[in-house]
Nanobody
């Protein structure tokens, strides 16, 4: 059974940094693209960043480009999202998702497995 477990969320102030982690278990191989999404209250789930299992391929949403770095450790089945200079509009539940493809898909409908999310709250 595939499980994705997010951690690292919390309450921070604007301008702070935060590191989210996604621990994967049950995946039959490391050949999964891992994608971070977020969903703010009253809004649709949106793409944040993704890391293809093909090394070095990553994409970021325009809203976080330059402030976020996604990294993965296939040996540990972990994918981290380092976020800098957080804004109140970054407040959301952050989810990691896995898809059995090397291609990065920014649509939530393209994911095969989801975590339950971790809440990030950025106060002004």
């Amino acid at each position: 059974q595939v499980q994705l477990l997010e951690s690292g969320g919390g309450l921070v102030q604007a301008g702070d940094s935060l590191r989210l982690s996604c621990a994967a278990s049950g995946l039959t191989s490391s050949r999964n693209t891992i994608t971070w999404f977020r969903q703010a209250p009253g809004k649709e789930r949106e793409f944040v960043a993704a890391s293809s299992w093909i090394g070095g391929i990553a994409e970021y949403a325009d809203s976080v480009q330059g402030r976020c770095t996604i990294s993965r450790d296939n040996a540990k089945s972990m994918v981290d999202l380092q976020m800098e200079y957080l804004y109140p509009e970054d407040t959301a539940v952050y989810y990691c998702a896995a898809s059995r493809t090397y291609r990065i898909n920014r649509s939530p409908s393209g994911m095969d497995h989801w975590g339950k999310g971790t809440l990030v709250t950025v106060s002004s």
